[in-house]
């Protein structure tokens, strides 16, 4: 069974860092490229970033490029966000999904992420 | 990297069918045959129902289909039931390498 557990959100002062982690099981996971999508309070879903299979490839929104880097540890069946100079606009719950041929196949329960002082 | 276009919300009885209208560029929905729709209910995660435009997960019922007109993609619940009383996304990839979401429409089975 394919499952994904995000974890590491919490309350972040503004300006301040987090890292993100999605831990994954069931598949192989050094085979799929992964996504970052979150939610803000009461929005829709809103793509973040992606990493192909063997991090060597990434992209990002233009919202959080050059302030969020996503990262995995093939090893460790991890996925990571690393957010920096975070603002009250990246509060949301932070949804890992699986990707590669059919994107946004499986998706983790989220975590929050609220940026306030 | 705009979002893609969706109603705000639709509705529909039990039993009858209801359509969702995914409108983007020729950048993104347009150009790619990578368009997936999405249902989430409320305080729950997304649950991918359609992918690649047209083709159903294992284990999504066959009352959801989609498809895809130029720079609008479309999705199909036929004999409407309680249970798909959702909210529903679209996605998109795009010439960027990135992808986009629309702003998701709210299902009401009334």
């Known amino acids: 069974e394919v499952q994904l557990v995000e974890s590491g959100g919490g309350l972040v002062q503004p300006g301040g860092s987090l890292r993100l982690s999605c831990a994954a099981s069931?598949?192989?996971?050094?085979?799929?490229?992964m996504h970052w999508v979150r939610q803000a309070p009461g929005q829709g879903l809103v793509w973040v970033s992606r990493?192909?299979?063997?991090?060597?490839?990434?992209s990002y929104a233009d919202s959080v490029k050059g302030r969020f880097t996503i990262s995995r540890d093939n090893a460790k069946n991890t996925l990571y966000l690393q957010m920096n100079s975070l603002g009250g606009e990246d509060t949301a719950v932070y949804y890992c999904?699986?990707?590669?041929?059919?994107?946004?196949?499986?998706w983790g329960q989220g975590t929050l992420v609220t940026v306030s002082s | 990297q705009s979002a893609l276009t969706q109603p705000a919300s639709v509705s529909g009885s039990p039993g009858q069918s209801i359509t969702i209208s995914c409108t983007g560029t020729?950048?993104?929905?347009?150009?790619?045959?990578?368009v997936s729709w999405c249902q989430q209910h409320p305080g729950k995660a997304p649950r991918l129902m359609i992918h690649?435009?047209?083709n159903r997960p294992s284990g999504v019922s066959n009352r959801f289909s989609g498809s895809k007109s130029g720079n609008t993609a479309s999705l199909t619940i036929s004999g409407l039931q309680a249970e798909d009383e959702a909210d529903y996304y679209c996605?998109?990839?795009?010439?960027?390498?990135?992808?986009?979401f629309g702003g998701g429409t709210k299902l009401t089975v009334l």
């Open positions: 020729s950048s993104d929905v347009g150009g790619y045959n990578y």
């Open positions: 999904a699986r990707g590669g041929d059919i994107a946004f196949d499986y």
């Open positions: 069931g598949f192989t996971f050094s085979t799929y490229w």
């Open positions: 996605s998109s990839y795009t010439s960027s390498s990135t992808w986009v």
């Open positions: 990493i192909n299979s063997d991090g060597s490839s990434t």
């Open positions: 690649d435009v047209s």
